[in-house]
């Protein structure tokens, strides 16, 4: 069974940093690519940032570029993003999905259970 | 604001059939395959259809899905209660080499 852990989540102050891990298991880790997607209280899905299966080529939305970054350690069989400088509209519940198809024609077949970052003073 | 665009709520009652649509543009939609995703209260999403109209092992085939141009649709047939969530319309955007997300569009089973 496919399942994916996310941790780290929690309260941080603003300009702060957090690392959010996702754990994954019951499939072949390495083999897959992977994304960050983030949902803010009360609103819809934003796209983060995603991984391809070895780590080599990385992407990210224009409002984390430059403050987040995307990792994988495929020994471990985790996924992790590293935010820094966070700011309020950071807030949000973070999910790891993992993605399946090639070419445009992709889409995030299992999703974890999500951890919730909280950016106040 | 969202990339694509899903009218904010919906509604049906029991037994009968409802549609939600989505609308992008050519660097998403228009260029690749469409995908729904199910968000019921206080859970994580769930894929419901990929590539335009193919359903997971386990969804029920009162979950369909079609595309046409830059726009896409969701159609749910014999509504149920248990179908009350929040339903996101996703696709590939080429110029942003990422996804894009609709807003949403909750649905309630009146």
């Known amino acids: 069974e496919v399942q994916l852990v996310e941790s780290g989540g929690g309260l941080v102050q603003p300009g702060g940093s957090l690392r959010l891990s996702c754990a994954a298991s019951?499939?072949?880790?390495?083999?897959?690519?992977m994304l960050w997607v983030r949902q803010a209280p009360g609103k819809g899905l934003v796209w983060v940032s995603h991984i391809d299966s070895d780590g080599s080529f990385t992407n990210y939305a224009n409002s984390v570029k430059g403050r987040f970054t995307i990792s994988r350690d495929n020994a471990k069989n985790t996924l992790y993003l590293q935010m820094n400088s966070l700011r309020g509209e950071d807030t949000a519940v973070y999910y790891c999905?993992?993605?399946?198809?090639?070419?445009?024609?992709?889409?995030?077949?299992?999703w974890g259970q999500g951890t919730l970052v909280t950016v106040s003073s | 604001q969202s990339v694509l665009t899903q009218s904010p709520s919906a509604s049906g009652t029991p037994g009968l059939r409802v549609t939600i649509s989505c609308s992008g543009s050519?660097?998403?939609?228009?260029?690749?395959?469409v995908n729904w995703y199910q968000q019921l209260p206080g859970t994580a999403p769930k894929l419901l259809i990929y590539?335009?109209?193919q359903r997971p092992s386990g969804v029920p085939d009162r979950f369909s899905g079609s595309k046409s141009g830059t726009s896409a649709s969701l159609a749910i047939s014999g509504l149920q209660s248990e179908d009350e969530a929040d339903y996101y319309c996703?696709?590939?955007?080429?110029?942003?080499?990422?996804?894009?997300f609709g807003g949403g569009t909750k649905l309630t089973v009146l």
């Open positions: 999905a993992r993605v399946q198809g090639y070419g445009g024609q992709y889409y995030f077949d299992h």
């Open positions: 590539n335009n109209h």
């Open positions: 996703a696709a590939w955007d080429d110029s942003l080499n990422g996804p894009v």
């Open positions: 050519s660097s998403n939609i228009g260029s690749n395959t």
């Open positions: 019951g499939f072949t880790f390495s083999s897959y690519w």
